[in-house]
């Protein structure tokens, strides 16, 4: 999923996109550092200062290191696989939450029993069905990329304008 994803961000850096063209969450990971330089600043020049560092960035090439945008926390849990997703920009596909309890329960618990030198014993039936869950997420989520780059999915959604009954613009 890591790696999947931060290609997936890698992809967006490539096509040389303006940052205000991208929805909003990938804009956020682009203009993040802007906003921590505002945290514990009361001073309305130096904010208004940011903002127009902001819109210079939004005007800007999107580039952003993929790390900055996906973080599995070390432990992928069904909450910060959702959370990736939406930071993607991404929907959260109805596979994900079907198979919620399987990824918290099965994957996270059974790697954190071994990584904490617990004895963990498999049948071979149960082996086979979390390598092929496992496969069925991988699958879904490799799709969804893929999917997300040919639609252009990344893009903000063109707002069309509405005419006033005079035909200038509200």
Request: with cysteine.
């Amino acid at each position: 999923m890591k790696d999947a994803s931060q290609a997936y961000v890698r992809t967006i850096n490539s096509r040389q996109i303006r940052t205000m063209d991208l929805k909003h969450c990938l804009q956020a990971a682009a203009l993040t550092s802007h906003f921590k330089r505002t945290e514990g600043s009361g001073k309305l020049s130096f904010i208004g200062t940011v903002l127009s560092d902001i819109d210079r960035s939004r005007s800007a090439v999107f580039s952003v290191q993929p790390e900055k945008v996906v973080d599995t926390e070390s432990n992928l849990s069904s909450v910060v696989f959702a959370e990736n997703i939406a930071r993607l920009g991404l929907v959260q596909a109805d596979v994900y939450d079907m198979r919620a309890a399987f990824i918290d329960a099965k994957l996270v618990a059974g790697r954190n029993q071994v990584a904490h030198g617990e004895l963990v014993t498999f049948k071979t039936e149960e082996a086979i069905a979390r390598i092929d869950g496992v496969l069925l997420l991988l699958d879904g989520f490799a799709n969804q990329l893929i999917d997300a780059v040919r639609d252009e999915a990344f893009m903000q959604e063109k707002v069309p304008m509405v005419a006033t009954p005079s035909g200038s613009p509200p």
